[in-house]
C-alpha cells in the first residue's frame, strides 16, 4: 500500500509556474488553495495576497502581526494564518504572536494564542482540529475539535524548531518537520514524540512545508541549498525520502499546500533579501505547480 502511494506521487507532471505574486511583496512565506484561487502570505506587508488569473491584497493583518503559514480549511471554509513578529529589519519585536482565521471575503474571523510567548511559523488544518508550530520552542499547538484554547499536543524540550506539521492517516498521530530534530511522530494521547531517523540513520534535517498526500508525506527541504522537494515514507521506526519534480533544484523554497490534484510551492520567497533591509526585490515570488497524476485525498 505504502508502496502505491509513493508511486502516485512520484508520477507527477513537470513543474510549472501557476502564478507570480507581484515583487512589490518582498517575502512571501506560505501559499494555500481551495483548487480555483491560491493564497499567499506577504510577511513584511501584513498582506494575505489572492491569485485567480492575477494577483489582488484580499486583507492586511493588525499591526504587529505579520503572516507566514497559511492553511485553507475545506470544513469550515476559513484561512488560518500563522501571524508573528519575525526578526527581520523593520519589524518591532513582540511577546507573542497569534493563530488568526479570515474569510475567503478577507474578513477577520478571530484569532487566538496559548499563554505565555508563542512564536507561530506553520500551520496545517484536518478533520482533527487545526495545527500550528512555533519554531522558538519546538512546541506544536493544536486547537481540536469541542475546545476553545490551543494547547501543546507534545511535550516541552521535545523539539528544538518545529515547522511544518501534519495528520497521520490514521488520526492518532501528527508528523512534524523539525528542523533540528527531523521528522518526528507525536502521539496526540500520551503526547510523546518519536524521532525517525533516514535510511542512513541520520535525522532528516532542514525540512520547512510539509503535507499529506494519501499515505505519503511531501517536505520542501531548505536546510542546505539548493531547496529540494521530498517525498518522505513515514514507517514505523524510521522514513525514506525520494527527490520529487526529476530532482528538480528551487531557489529559496519555503512552505508547499496541495487541492487534491496539484502541489503548491513557494519558490524566491525572498528572505535574503529581507533580512539584509532591502527595500526591492528584482522580480516576484514564483508559486510553482507540480501535478500529481493520481492525485490525493484531502482527509
Same mark, same amino acid.
Given at each position: 500500500? +505504502? ?10 507532471? /513537470? ?23 491560491? #493564497? ?7 498582506? +494575505? ?20 503559514? +497559511? ?8 484561512? #488560518?494564518?500563522?501571524? %508573528?513578529?519575525? /526578526? ?17 471575503? &478577507? ?9 505565555? &510567548?508563542?512564536?507561530? &511559523? ?35 524540550? %521535545? ?13 492518532? %498521530?501528527?508528523? =512534524? ?17 518519536? #524521532? ?18 494519501? /499515505? ?20 514505523? %521506526? ?33 528572505? /535574503? ?14 508559486? =510553482? ?11
Amino acid at each position: 500500500m +505504502i508502496a502505491l502511494a509513493i508511486a502516485a506521487v512520484a508520477a507527477v507532471a /513537470e513543474p510549472r509556474v501557476a502564478a507570480v505574486v507581484p515583487p512589490e511583496h518582498r517575502l512571501v512565506e506560505g501559499v494555500a488553495s481551495d483548487g480555483s484561487t491560491i #493564497w499567499a502570505t506577504s510577511v513584511l506587508d501584513r498582506q +494575505i495576497v489572492a491569485c485567480t488569473k492575477s494577483c489582488r491584497t484580499l486583507a492586511t493583518l493588525p499591526q504587529g502581526l505579520h503572516p507566514l503559514g +497559511i492553511a485553507w480549511d475545506w470544513g469550515r471554509k476559513l484561512l #488560518w494564518i500563522a501571524a %508573528d513578529c519575525p /526578526e527581520l529589519p523593520g519589524i518591532a519585536r513582540c511577546k507573542s504572536g497569534a493563530l488568526v482565521a479570515i474569510g475567503p471575503n &478577507g474578513k477577520l474571523r478571530g484569532s487566538i494564542a496559548p499563554k505565555g &510567548g508563542f512564536h507561530p &511559523g506553520d500551520v496545517s488544518v484536518s478533520r482533527s482540529g487545526v495545527f500550528v508550530s512555533d519554531s522558538h520552542n519546538g512546541l506544536v499547538y493544536g486547537l481540536l475539535p469541542g475546545r476553545r484554547e490551543l494547547r501543546a499536543i507534545n511535550r516541552p524540550g %521535545d523539539g528544538r524548531s518545529a515547522q511544518g506539521t501534519s495528520l497521520a492517516p490514521s488520526g492518532t %498521530d501528527v508528523i =512534524v518537520a523539525d528542523y533540528s530534530r527531523g521528522i518526528g511522530r507525536i502521539d496526540l494521547k500520551t503526547t510523546a514524540t518519536k #524521532w525517525l531517523p533516514g535510511p542512513d540513520g541520520k535525522p532528516l534535517q532542514g525540512v520547512d512545508g510539509l503535507v499529506r498526500c494519501g /499515505e505519503t508525506y511531501v517536505g520542501v527541504h531548505n536546510g542546505t541549498p539548493p531547496g529540494r522537494v521530498l517525498t518522505i515514507e513515514v514507517r514505523p %521506526d524510521a522514513i525514506h525520502y525520494a527527490q520529487l519534480a526529476g530532482g528538480q533544484a528551487f531557489p529559496d523554497p519555503t512552505q508547499i499546500a496541495f487541492d487534491g490534484k496539484r502541489l503548491l510551492l513557494v519558490s524566491n520567497a525572498g528572505w /535574503e533579501a529581507a533580512s539584509k533591509g532591502l527595500a526591492r526585490r528584482s522580480g516576484g515570488a514564483p508559486i =510553482v505547480e507540480i501535478s500529481l497524476a493520481e492525485g490525493c485525498s484531502r482527509k
